[in-house]
């Protein structure tokens, strides 16, 4: 099942993704909220065509962002890098989130140079068919082993 957050009017709503559609759920809250509460919910109206839908970011005020640089090979081979001995960690800020399809847009006063995943227009990049993935880490752990941490 696919979980999406779209903007209804002035607000962000949850909806399932079913093929080329996104049904509505009757849920108050966003995607956190419902990770946490872990609630079934039911339809609240007919599917809409996804081409009539704007997709918000995955999770809204996420309290961190934690990623992974250099994390795939065609990654690691379109920057022309080696192969990271250990992982790359780095944080982001909340505020970085996109939903899909937006412009990521920056000052190239500032930097010509940007890391992404999509097709690059300078200058912004059009996030599509991006390789990003989100993970909502319920409890503070330390030296979890594998098995507990799944």
């Not at 607000?11 to 093929?19: H, K, S, W």
Request: net charge positive; aromatic share 8%.
């Amino acid at each position: 099942m696919k979980i999406a957050q779209f903007y209804d009017k002035n607000r962000i709503r949850l909806g399932i993704i079913d093929a080329d559609s996104l049904i509505p759920l009757d849920f108050q809250g966003e995607m956190i909220d419902f990770i946490k509460k872990g609630s079934d919910c039911k339809s609240s109206g007919k599917s809409i065509p996804m081409d009539r839908i704007k997709l918000a970011p995955p999770v809204s005020n996420p309290s961190k962002i934690v990623a992974i640089g250099l994390n795939y090979m065609d990654h690691i081979l379109e920057s022309k890098g080696e192969i990271p001995k250990f992982p790359l960690i780095f944080a982001k800020f909340p505020n970085s989130l996109i939903g899909h399809n937006d412009c990521i847009t920056w000052d190239v006063n500032l930097t010509k140079k940007v890391d992404f995943v999509g097709t690059f227009r300078n200058p912004s990049i059009y996030m599509k068919d991006g390789n990003e993935v989100v993970v909502e880490i319920e409890k503070a752990g330390r030296l979890v082993n594998t098995y507990r941490a799944i």
